[in-house]
């Protein structure tokens, strides 16, 4: 059963376009999101959040919009560095919960 | 200085046989997680540890024991392993148990493999 799909499994994007990773969830009640960056052989580093009273968090080159509407949410890029090359997750929880439940991630490579 | 760091990295071992993975966070966080990885890719929570204590206890087998011996330490027993066991666990931690603040820290990961 799994409550957060990205249905992308990888992305190739030329350097210094945008990069727009997806991520779909099915449980109304989620009202806390992340993205997290992961490169090989090391674990998931958190990367920007966003809670369900906003649509819009910024965080220099990384924005991530929600539409709780639609139980959608990406993760903007721009412009993309190679250096974004990685695996990226996002994940989903209750405020008053206490886990995450993690898409399956979308790897996404930057082509110099 | 490694914030969480789990041991080992690497682990190959025959079918029957019972393993540890240990897992310490230097961080302070109050609450540690054990996450499985399996070969879809889907990271799955197993174990939660807020101050010492189990808080959330997923559906695993009852061949896999969390051990908790003070705040900055999580271990992972198997015992009896499976072919099915085979995975990338990850230990985690966060501030708090919510772990919505700034979300978890991750280990690089224990990659099992059961033959």
């Known amino acids: 059963d799994q409550q957060v799909k990205q249905n992308s499994p990888s992305l190739s994007v030329q350097e210094g376009r945008i990069s727009i990773l997806n991520c779909d969830y099915t449980?109304?009640?989620?009202?806390?999101f992340l993205w997290y960056k992961k490169y090989p052989a090391e674990g998931p580093t958190f990367l920007i959040s966003?809670?369900?009273?906003?649509d819009k968090n910024e965080d220099g080159r990384f924005t991530v919009f929600l539409n709780k509407s639609a139980k959608h949410l990406s993760l903007h890029i721009v412009p993309s560095q190679p250096g974004d090359s990685a695996v990226y997750f996002c994940?989903?929880?209750?405020?008053?919960?206490?886990?995450?439940?993690f898409g399956t991630g979308t790897s996404l490579t930057v082509i110099p | 200085d490694t914030a969480v760091s789990q041991t080992p990295k690497y682990l190959v071992t025959q079918m029957g046989n019972d393993k540890s993975i240990k897992c310490e966070q230097n961080l302070g966080h109050d609450t540690m997680y054990w996450y499985k990885q399996d070969s879809k890719k889907f990271l799955k929570i197993m174990f939660s540890?807020?101050?010492?204590?189990?808080?959330i206890n997923e559906t695993v087998p009852n061949r896999f024991s969390p051990k908790s011996p003070d705040k900055a330490h999580l271990n992972l027993h198997i015992n009896s392993l499976e072919l099915g066991d085979s995975a990338v666990y990850f230990c985690?931690?966060?501030?708090?148990?919510?772990?919505?603040?700034?979300?978890?820290?991750f280990g690089s990961g224990t990659r099992l493999t059961v033959v």
């Open positions: 994940a989903a929880s209750l405020l008053t919960g206490n886990q995450f439940y």
């Open positions: 985690a931690s966060s501030q708090d148990w919510t772990g919505t603040n700034y979300g978890y820290t």
């Open positions: 449980n109304s009640m989620f009202d806390y």
């Open positions: 540890y807020n101050n010492k204590e189990l808080i």
């Open positions: 966003i809670s369900s009273i906003k």
